[in-house]
């Protein structure tokens, strides 16, 4: 709930914003002190009217029966739906086999031209799965993210050094982000340019460029809250980031234009917007299938006691709305059944199919150490991964990859905090 500063600085906004000077320093003549100007969860004085507005006039409308949720859903959203989502297939992974790493597994990624798994561990080592072989590389320092960028792999520290290695994990270069205590980091790859985007706990989101086997730090720019959660992806030839906040239900979307990042407009997750937000994005993941479909958005949230995901699109992408905030954009709402609690850094993943014009479903790694599998149709639980002759994990699953091997199945490797590591067939 706003207390009496957070309304001051939300007026002490408007008043600068509009170059209403004089009145502003009469506001903090009365008030007996200065009045630091601030929005309020992102949003303008403007921004809150002009959305309360639009609540009213909704909300006024004659109620002539009880409204079916699914019913009421908007007839773009209902098309996207129909178009884009498909039952669970029967085909998915579920037999386990050990991959006899017994380190705690910070990151994974799999590259499918050299067909290897890179693991990032606790211990300061990089290991190389390939063709049933495990090698390990030392570092001097513990690897946050491991990614593929083309032909090669690059590696961020925790540090905040970025090194960029070959297949074998032989030196090829390395450049100091500046980006300490990070959050996570995504690859993408433009007109022919690979560029990384790292996100830091101090509110930093920062453009790297990979040119000729060389790194440059080209851009960045400070957010007005922690940022928790992004994806990135590109559309309708722009570069377009996913970003969630902290204690905020709107998922912040930047394009890069000219290497710089610009905030193009935001899409609600909560469509109850006008209550105290009780909840906020952990995780954030995007499905775009080939050619330039609408991108769709599962976000994990931070519900208690079970894990939400939540599911929106960049349907508005092209025509934003004048209030700057997309809203009536969720397409699913699913209660994962996944336990969790405020201290819980969710994960989840698309489920990879050889069909590549629908999406079947969502991985949900669970704490309790069971790996679920919603159907994005029939809304709910339709898979638990757990043990199997002994082999699963027994506790929270704290990193994933998944990929489409050379059968054309889908593989997904799970590690877990009781350090082991599961490759699931």
């Not at 775009?288 to 949230?301: E, Y």
């Not at 059944?337 to 050889?354: A, E, G, H, V």
């Not at 994933?400 to 590690?415: D, M």
Request: include cysteine; charged fraction near 25%; proline fraction near 4%.
């Amino acid at each position: 709930m706003a207390n009496q500063s957070d309304i001051l600085g939300l007026v002490a906004h408007f008043l600068k914003e509009n170059n209403y000077t004089q009145t502003l320093h009469q506001l903090e003549l009365e008030h007996g002190k200065p009045i630091q100007p601030q929005l309020l969860n992102s949003e303008s004085l403007s921004q809150i009217i002009n959305d309360r507005l639009q609540f009213s006039s909704l909300a006024n409308k004659p109620n002539e029966e009880a409204i079916d949720v699914n019913d009421e859903l908007p007839l773009r959203l209902k098309d996207i739906i129909r178009e884009r989502f498909v039952n669970w297939s029967s085909r998915y992974p579920q037999n386990p086999v050990d991959l006899n790493i017994h380190s705690l597994v910070i990151s994974s990624v799999y590259d499918k031209d050299k067909e290897s798994v890179y693991f990032s561990t606790n211990d300061a080592q990089v290991l190389i799965r390939r063709g049933g072989n495990l090698k390990s590389v030392r570092f001097h320092e513990i690897i946050k993210k491991v990614l593929i960028v083309g032909k090669y792999v690059a590696l961020l520290g925790m540090s905040g050094k970025l090194y960029l290695r070959n297949g074998d994990l032989d030196e090829v270069g390395s450049i100091d982000t500046q980006s300490r205590f990070t959050v996570d980091a995504k690859h993408v790859s433009f007109r022919g340019t690979d560029y990384l985007v790292i996100l830091t706990w101090n509110h930093m989101l920062k453009l790297v460029k990979l040119v000729n086997g060389e790194f440059s730090l080209v851009s960045e720019t400070k957010l007005d809250q922690q940022g928790t959660c992004f994806d990135i992806t590109t559309y309708n030839d722009e570069i377009v980031v996913i970003l969630g906040k902290l204690e905020n239900t709107l998922l912040d979307v930047f394009i890069v234009q000219k290497e710089q990042f610009i905030p193009k407009y935001k899409i609600s997750i909560n469509d109850a917007e006008f209550t105290t937000s009780s909840f906020s994005p952990r995780y954030v993941t995007i499905s775009q299938r080939p050619g330039n479909d609408i991108p769709l958005i599962a976000v994990a949230t931070s519900h208690e006691p079970y894990m939400r995901v939540i599911i929106v699109s960049l349907i508005d992408f092209d025509s934003p709305p004048s209030s700057s905030i997309a809203r009536n954009q969720i397409i699913k709402n699913l209660n994962t059944l996944s336990p969790q609690d405020k201290f819980s850094q969710p994960l989840i993943s698309w489920k990879l199919d050889t069909n590549q014009e629908k999406q079947s479903g969502i991985w949900v790694m669970g704490e309790d150490g069971i790996i679920r599998g919603l159907d994005i149709v029939d809304d709910g639980v339709v898979v638990e991964l757990s043990q199997v002759d002994g082999k699963g994990h027994k506790t929270k699953i704290k990193d994933f990859t998944s990929f489409i091997n050379e059968n054309g199945n889908e593989v997904l490797i799970t590690s877990g905090i009781d350090r082991q590591t599961f490759e699931w067939r």
